[in-house]
């Protein structure tokens, strides 16, 4: 076992774990934050998604160890004093989801994508979620949001 010591959603929290936990299983079964979620066994579909020290991981495919001391966001802390995060509102506002599995992953790449390009194209974006699966949408009203997110006049479509 080794001692972990790191900040989730702005708690710092302290464990025990076995080295080969996974983050996102450190974060579903110790921390409670079952928003984060697994939606695959090959690190492709980005379901996991997380920010570790402000930038967005699979945490599925990052050691519980390996987040010692660091800074985690997961969905759950997205939002401040009771407002949605602005990236929240505009899937909401634009229908970006059906079953809504993919979607807090999708929402935490989307808004690492939007600190390195706070204006991106339709392209950009597409390029920006490559990473993340939705088996349901087909990705539009995904790509609507994160440019209505941006304020780019990309949700007026
Ligand atoms: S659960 Fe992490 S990439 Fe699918
Ligand atoms: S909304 Fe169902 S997987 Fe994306």
């Given at each position: 076992m080794a001692r972990i010591e790191l900040t989730v959603d702005g708690a710092k929290v302290s464990d025990d774990v076995e080295p080969r936990m996974l983050l996102v299983q450190y974060l579903r079964e110790k921390v409670g934050k079952t928003g984060t979620v697994i939606g695959c066994d090959t690190s492709n579909c980005g379901a996991c998604t997380v920010h570790?020290?402000?930038?967005?991981?699979?945490?599925?495919?990052?050691?519980?160890?390996q987040a010692d001391g660091g800074e985690v966001t997961t969905i759950e802390g997205l939002a401040q004093d009771g407002e949605l995060h602005p990236m929240q509102a505009a899937?909401?506002?634009?229908?970006?989801l059906q079953c809504g599995f993919c979607t807090p992953g999708m929402i935490m790449q989307a808004v690492d994508l939007l600190k390195e390009n706070p204006d991106p194209s339709e392209e950009?974006?597409?390029?920006g979620i490559e990473g993340n699966l939705c088996r349901c949408t087909g990705?539009?009203?995904?790509?609507?949001?994160?440019?209505?997110a941006a304020g780019s006049g990309g949700g007026a479509a």
């Open positions: 570790l020290d402000g930038q967005s991981v699979k945490s599925c495919n990052v050691l519980a160890v899937f909401h506002e634009c229908h970006a950009e974006v597409r390029l990705y539009h009203n995904i790509v609507k949001a994160v440019r209505t």
